[in-house]
């Protein structure tokens, strides 16, 4: 365990209607519950998209709370425990957490900076992070964009995982991947037509009224996701 900050991001998916009205519902009733968790900072309830996640359209069976904590152990303890993190796993057919400690992260969300970087370098896994506040003039030019993006992202076969994730339809969008190294990551980034295109009009345009980006070392899990760890793809060692 370390005694520094952590990241928690934890998944859950809801089968049936009675679950995701429930789940639907709790992205207003679970903000009074969050900030009473022991050792909670900042924290984000997270709708997703449809498909892997990467579109506008919301997915009622996939929701997700980002959280920070003081270290590992906080974070691990409490995602298991806490009560409210406990009624998800109850009404959910399947859930996932992944611990991530800060190596890099610049940019603001909701106005702060949550993430508390410890430079740490690392050549083998990595997540990544990117989260953005769409200017609500240009927000059908961004959403055109994205499906060409998400199919190769999703073609990528050193992509270990990935999702699209939000707030608030259309006008936030969150990306979360995970990568065997940077190397895959850099390469990705470079080699993708959409990808390269869409940062150019982005940057040129100026769409984006917040953004942050962010990218994590991979400290462990608990759960699954689709019947098994995602991180059984990286063939790394936690």
């Not at 903000?31 to 900072?41: S, W």
């Not at 409490?78 to 993190?85: L, R």
């Not at 939000?166 to 470079?190: C, K, N, Y």
């Amino acid at each position: 365990m370390t005694g520094t900050p952590i990241v928690s991001l934890s998944f859950f998916r809801f089968a049936r209607p009675a679950a995701r009205l429930w789940a639907f519902a709790m992205m207003g009733m679970a903000r009074t519950a969050l900030p009473k968790v022991p050792g909670i900072d900042f924290w984000k309830l997270c709708g997703s998209g449809t498909g892997e996640g990467f579109t506008p359209i919301p997915n009622t069976s996939v929701y997700a709370i980002l959280a920070s904590w003081p270290d590992e152990q906080t974070a691990r303890t409490q995602t298991a425990q806490a009560e409210i993190f406990d009624r998800y796993r109850r009404k959910a057919t399947e859930d996932w957490t992944v611990y991530l400690e800060t190596a890099s992260a610049r940019g603001q969300w909701s106005g702060v900076a949550p993430f508390q970087s410890t430079h740490r370098a690392s050549g083998g896994p990595l997540a990544a992070l990117t989260r953005a506040t769409i200017k609500p003039s240009v927000a059908l030019k961004f959403w055109r964009r994205v499906p060409d993006i998400s199919r190769m992202i999703g073609s990528d076969q050193n992509v270990a995982f990935k999702i699209g994730i939000g707030e608030v339809p259309l006008l936030h969008q969150i990306t979360f991947s995970i990568w065997p190294d940077a190397a895959a990551m850099a390469e990705f980034a470079r080699s993708n037509g959409p990808h390269a295109a869409a940062i150019r009009a982005v940057r040129e345009g100026n769409w984006f009224s917040e953004e942050l980006y962010a990218r994590f070392a991979i400290l462990g899990d608990a759960g699954t996701w689709d019947g098994k760890s995602p991180l059984d793809a990286l063939e790394y060692a936690l």
